[in-house]
């Protein structure tokens, strides 16, 4: 999840200009999106599985089929394995999104290789290797440990907002607002950490997913491995710290406390 102020597309990278801002994007360049003109994008979920949520949401998916990526955060992965088996046996996308969703540039790089390393047999999935950082914070060397583990590290160019007080209307109408062709939307099928227990409610999600799916039928809506088969991935060089007195405010799931 993000703070609830920031619902840019950028709020960590952002398009580059300049021959070194070039050559950055292309050799440590995060993907977040896709240059095509096709009218396709991907709706991404993070901080999943959960029997309480997911369920629901790939119910909807499979009425208007679409396909999503998910980036499974392993320790609930791990609790709920017949979720991950569903994902993948329903044509969806998984993705690495860490153990127990740490901020990475917070951690040693050993600690970063550890947590992608502990989730990633849990997680499974054919390849492209996929990971998200959680929060999206990012730094070249937490970037660099990906990369090293053959991950494509995938972040968003639409954000939802679905983290915070956002009724289904208004988190429908971002997305609606900000549709364009090779987009790559960040959602939430549940929240692995929260400002407000009301923000775990995910019935405003599934009605924007619903409502966007419904008022967009001729749009493809596909997995992130899928996008990137229609067009060059857009990249653009990224890192983020999310604030640390907003981290240390959040609460955890149930499924992320204890061992």
């Known amino acids: 999840m993000r703070p609830p102020n920031e619902t840019n597309g950028f709020s960590a990278g952002r398009e580059v200009s300049g021959l070194v801002d070039r050559a ?18 991907a709706l991404t ?15 909807l998916l499979a ?5 999503g990526t998910f980036f499974l955060v392993g320790k609930r992965a791990a609790k709920h394995p017949g979720l991950v088996t569903r994902l993948l046996a329903e044509g969806h996308a998984v993705g690495n999104h860490s153990w127990d969703h740490p901020a990475l540039p917070r951690l040693p790089a050993a600690a970063v290789a550890a947590q992608l390393r502990r989730a990633a ?10 990971m998200r950082p959680p929060y999206g914070d990012q730094s070249l060397a937490s970037y660099l440990v990906a990369r090293r583990l053959g991950y494509t590290v995938v972040t968003w160019s639409l954000v939802g907002a679905d983290w915070a007080e956002n ?28 400002g407000a227990e009301a923000y775990r409610d995910r019935g405003p999600m599934l009605a924007a997913v619903d409502a966007v799916l419904t008022v ?44």
């Open 121 to 130: 047999p849990v997680i499974g999935g054919p390849p492209p290797r996929l």
């Open 24 to 41: 950055k994007a292309r050799l440590l360049g995060t993907v977040v999106g896709v240059r095509t003109a096709a009218q396709a994008a």
């Open 216 to 259: 967009r039928p001729d749009w493809r809506f596909l997995t992130v491995p899928a996008l990137m088969a229609l067009g060059k991935p857009r990249r653009v060089y990224w890192t983020q710290a999310t604030d640390e007195a907003y981290l240390a405010g959040l609460s955890l799931h149930p499924d992320l406390t204890g061992p």
């Open 45 to 59: 979920f993070d901080d999943g599985p959960d029997p309480g949520s997911t369920p629901a949401l790939l119910d």
């Open 167 to 194: 009724d289904g209307d208004t988190i429908s109408g971002r997305i609606l607002d900000g549709l364009h062709p090779g987009v790559i939307v960040l959602l939430h099928d549940t929240l692995a950490s929260f």
């Open 63 to 67: 009425r208007h089929g679409a396909r």
